[in-house]
């Protein structure tokens, strides 16, 4: 099960950073990546990293914003955001794609946690 932690409440412009712990999984052999959803619309693809580290895909919302990166040691992937916007206000969820597929579909994920609630405020 993985937990995404990290959201808050931060103005326009401000920066945070999300993570997300795993337990009884090796985010080192997994493609991990993360979504958000606001209540009412599709959960909606952000960020991922591959198990090698090597490879990473963004959502064009996220690209020059947003920076995905794992720590092996401690078993925990992390969403650097920065220049926060309102329409960044969701639930973030982190889950990992055990077939570590070259293109990502959200229906390869598994292991979604609680999602951690992060608030833009204009």
């Known amino acids: 099960q993985l937990q995404a932690y990290g959201g808050g409440l931060v103005q326009a412009g401000e920066s945070l950073r999300l993570s997300c712990a795993a337990s009884?999984?090796?985010?080192?052999?997994?493609?991990v990546g993360w979504f958000r959803q606001v209540p009412g619309k599709e959960r909606e693809f952000v960020s991922a990293i591959s198990w090698s580290g090597g490879r990473l895909w963004y959502a064009d919302s996220a690209k020059g914003r947003f920076t995905i990166s794992k720590h092996n040691a401690k078993n925990t992937a992390y969403l650097q955001m920065t220049r926060l916007k309102p329409e960044d206000t969701a639930v973030y969820y982190c889950?990992?794609?055990?077939?570590?597929?070259?293109?990502?579909?959200?229906?390869?994920?598994?292991?979604w946690g609680q999602g951690t609630l992060v608030t833009v405020s204009s």
């Open positions: 009884g999984r090796t985010l080192s052999r997994l493609t």
């Open positions: 889950a990992v794609d055990p077939s570590n597929a070259v293109a990502i579909k959200v229906d390869n994920f598994e292991s």
